[in-house]
């Protein structure tokens, strides 16, 4: 019986606090366009011949480019006409 009371009252008072939790928050992020993506890249001369750089070099402008502009890896590859695994591996 004791059992049962402390579940009802210390249930309903922890459920009830208040709390800083974000796990269940909707995050939202924002996604550019193709053709957005396309002319914030092409505004950048660095971003050009990136297939042409030293490996360190072309991912962290790879990473730069997807954190600035929240790109996919499907559109960082399309956009800079890249292979999968270049853009994945620096991505990660």
Same mark, same amino acid.
């Given at each position: 019986m004791q !059992? &049962?009371? @402390? @579940?009802?009252?210390g249930f309903n008072r922890f459920s009830e606090? +208040? *709390?800083? /939790?974000? &796990?269940?928050? +909707? &995050?939202s992020k924002t996604r550019r366009t193709d053709e957005r993506l396309i002319a914030l890249v092409s505004q950048n001369p660095e971003?050009? *011949?990136?297939?042409?750089?030293? =490996? /360190? %070099?072309? *991912? #962290?402008?790879?990473? #730069? !480019?997807q954190q600035g502009t929240?790109?996919? =890896?499907? #559109?960082? !590859?399309? =956009?800079?006409?890249?292979? %999968?695994m270049m853009v994945v591996r620096a991505v990660k």
């Open positions: !059992i &049962c009371t @402390f @579940f009802r009252t606090e +208040a *709390n800083q /939790d974000e &796990c269940l928050e +909707a &995050c971003y050009r *011949n990136l297939g042409e750089l030293p =490996v /360190d %070099k072309r *991912n #962290q402008l790879i990473r #730069q !480019i929240g790109g996919s =890896v499907r #559109q960082l !590859i399309w =956009v800079l006409g890249l292979g %999968k």
